[in-house]
């Protein structure tokens, strides 16, 4: 049902109605109940993505298996009374990618069990990125034809895993430059992909598929991943600049049933999102900016927390935003190679940073336990709406027009939905 659903939205794009999907990537319960409450209200389809480093057969760094990630969406859906046949789940950069410092043959043979175990589990968006370099492979970038090929194979085994489980999954090709989640170094100008490059991605691909007799499924490659000149930083965002991305846009309207799918679009602007669908970037992705809100939210409650209750002898407070330091530094795997600086440098980047690496750290038990305590808290004991007008006026005003309670809860939501909203604005939903 959820592969049906994407396919008729972008059928529709391609004939000129426009308007576009927002691709959800993020595994946190709160993120997705905020995209589930918004897509109730515009009673639209959801897309809800995980990458190949979040969720893979071995369960990734997450803990979960597509099949986990599966039922765990399901759960939330089943919580909110959201309907489970309008959830499409995608995998994103599905490959080699995890394994990149194997050797080539035993990084492909985990990608090909990584791909038939996501369509096993009922994902109806497929990802295939043959673009990782692996032990032994020619480098620093792997020729086209052998992308292709690569690519082509990752679709026979997804389509194997199909047939077995009634599953007719839809493929995205290509890859997005640099490596998903953020750029790790200064940005500059990111000059939009070339065309003369995805004409060639398309064309070797289509042929590749066509020699293994895939012409069914290249039927349901429904678009490529390009670089549209939009990227982000811990510090920084490369805005969208439509007059250099206009060679793309003309050429995808020379090419049937595809469409472009855009990743790190985090940070844009309104009007930057909207000239992307229009554009024909017509999936945007978004992860990060989604956590980073949560963050946001989280942090203000915490430091409401500690004005409102410090002073109450009896009430442990959740030190939220200490306990997280402390976990992150103790365990700095998740970001060390992203921030660089003095100490005082990198402990401001740890929180306050465009690529939120906290968003793995928000699993850790000791600080799973500060932010429910920290909801708790502030559930007994509701904050006074003058000090949530100080920290967080626009859910100040949301509160008094009657359109959430005074509770963390709908506080943290509504922030979260303030990005959703503008996704949804520029794919087209009021």
């Not at 599905?94 to 996501?118: C, F, M, S």
């Not at 060679?247 to 309104?270: C, K, M, N």
């Amino acid at each position: 049902m959820g592969a049906e659903l994407l396919q008729e939205l972008l059928v529709r794009h391609r004939g000129g109605a426009g308007g576009g999907i927002c691709s959800v990537c993020s595994s946190h319960p709160r993120v997705l109940e905020a995209a589930m409450v918004q897509a109730l209200g515009h009673d639209s389809p959801l897309l809800i993505e995980s990458t190949s480093n979040q969720v893979d057969q071995f369960g990734g760094y997450t803990g979960m298996t597509p099949a986990d990630f599966c039922r765990y969406v399901h759960e939330i859906a089943g919580r909110l009374h959201f309907p489970v046949e309008r959830v499409i789940l995608g995998g994103d950069h599905l490959g080699p990618n995890v394994w990149q410092r194997e050797p080539a043959t035993q990084a492909l043979a985990k990608a090909h069990a990584q791909i038939d175990a996501y369509v096993r589990a009922g994902y109806a968006k497929i990802h295939l990125d043959a673009t990782y370099v692996c032990g032994g492979d020619p480098s620093p970038v792997l020729p086209p034809e052998l992308i292709a090929e690569r690519t082509a194979e990752f679709c026979q085994t997804a389509e194997r895993a199909g047939a077995a489980s009634a599953v007719r999954p839809l493929y995205v090709i290509g890859s997005d430059v640099p490596i998903p989640g953020g750029a790790q170094h200064e940005l500059g100008v990111i000059p939009p992909t070339a065309v003369a490059a995805v004409e060639e991605c398309i064309a070797l691909t289509r042929a590749a598929f066509l020699r293994r007799g895939l012409d069914q499924a290249w039927e349901r490659v429904i678009a490529v991943v390009v670089q549209p000149g939009v990227e982000f930083s811990h510090n920084s965002v490369v805005a969208y600049e439509r007059d250099a991305a206009r060679p793309l846009s003309r050429y995808i309207e020379t090419t049937p049933g595809l469409v472009y799918e855009a990743h790190s679009t985090d940070y844009q602007s309104a009007a930057a999102l909207r000239q992307l669908v229009e554009d024909h970037f017509a999936i945007l992705k978004v992860g990060p900016w989604l956590t980073f809100a949560l963050r946001e939210a989280l942090f203000a409650l915490a430091e409401m927390e500690s004005i409102w209750l410090g002073g109450r002898p009896q009430l442990r407070l959740s030190h939220l935003v200490e306990i997280l330091d402390r976990e992150m530094s103790r365990d700095p795997q998740f970001w060390h190679k992203h921030y660089h600086g003095t100490e005082e440098e990198i402990r401001f980047a740890r929180h306050f940073s465009y690529s939120d690496r906290i968003r793995y750290y928000w699993p850790y038990p000791a600080v799973e336990e500060a932010a429910a305590r920290l909801v708790a808290n502030l559930e007994e004991k509701p904050l006074p709406l003058t000090l949530i007008s100080q920290y967080l006026p626009c859910q100040y005003q949301a509160i008094r027009d009657g359109r959430i309670q005074n509770s963390p809860g709908d506080m943290i939501r509504d922030k979260i939905a303030a990005v959703l909203t503008v996704y949804d604005q520029a794919a087209g939903l009021n």
